[in-house]
């Protein structure tokens, strides 16, 4: 059964820093690993999806990395800002016609302040 | 161009009553997954169906279902509603495989 652990669970910086957020995965037999943000009572915001044969995704002042054989992700966010303010979670995708079903981390909550 | 609607946006029910959730996908979209979201468990997933076929199913017992419509919108049903079953319900397409899933807003379902 896959797991997904997120650390840390929580995360306060102020603005302007360069920050990293980690996710693991127990079955590194994935598809893709897809991360989202979610603000309060809103649903989730794609934000990259790495393809398992990929090592690295960009978009913006977003990265994120893919180490399939260790079973983790790594999402960097540079020079954040107040906006960046959300719960980032990570998500993974089984393989075949299970692409569909997604197995997701508890989620960071990131607090960016002025 | 549109993104996931679901609706209604919120929903209070009493314990033993059934209820029925509505997603309407992007325009395009073929398959269309179902989750749970609650603050003790996080996001778990119900279902999944594509071309109006549940291809995968999760770990919820059998009052949970759904179905979903030739023009690919999906409903699922929650019978005999218990108190734990109170959660934000989230719908999300994808257009095919490697691609994005693309979520709605949620219903947010209150049992009392």
């Known amino acids: 059964k896959q797991e997904v652990t997120q650390i840390p669970a929580a995360l306060s910086v102020p603005e302007g820093e360069n920050l990293v957020l980690n996710c693991s995965f127990t079955?590194?037999?994935?598809?893709?690993l897809q991360w989202f943000r979610q603000d309060p009572g809103k649903g989730l915001t794609s934000l990259l999806l790495?393809?398992?044969?990929?090592r690295e995704q960009t978009s913006g002042r977003l990265n994120a990395s893919l180490d399939k054989s260790s079973g983790r992700s790594t999402l960097y966010i540079a020079a954040s800002q107040p906006g960046d303010s959300a719960t980032y979670l990570c998500?993974?995708?089984?393989?075949?016609?299970?692409?569909?079903?997604?197995?997701f981390g508890q989620g960071t909550i990131l607090t960016v302040h002025p | 161009k549109a993104g996931v609607t679901q609706t209604p946006r919120y929903l209070i029910k009493t314990r033993g009553q059934q209820v029925t959730l509505s997603c309407s996908p992007i325009?395009?979209?073929?398959?269309v997954s179902w989750y749970q979201q609650t603050p003790g468990q996080g996001l778990q997933f119900l279902f999944e169906y594509f071309s109006e076929t549940q291809r995968n199913k999760g770990n919820f017992p059998g009052r949970f279902s759904g179905r979903q419509f030739s023009n690919s919108r999906s409903e699922m049903n929650v019978s005999t509603l218990e108190l734990g079953d109170s959660a934000l319900y989230l719908c999300?397409?994808?257009?095919?495989?490697?691609?994005?899933?693309?979520f709605g807003d949620g219903t947010r379902l209150s049992i009392l």
């Open positions: 790495i393809q398992s044969s990929q």
């Open positions: 079955d590194s037999a994935i598809y893709n």
């Open positions: 325009s395009g979209h073929r398959s």
């Open positions: 999300a397409s994808s257009l095919m495989i490697n691609q994005p899933q693309h």
């Open positions: 998500a993974v995708a089984a393989g075949g016609t299970s692409y569909g079903k997604l197995t």
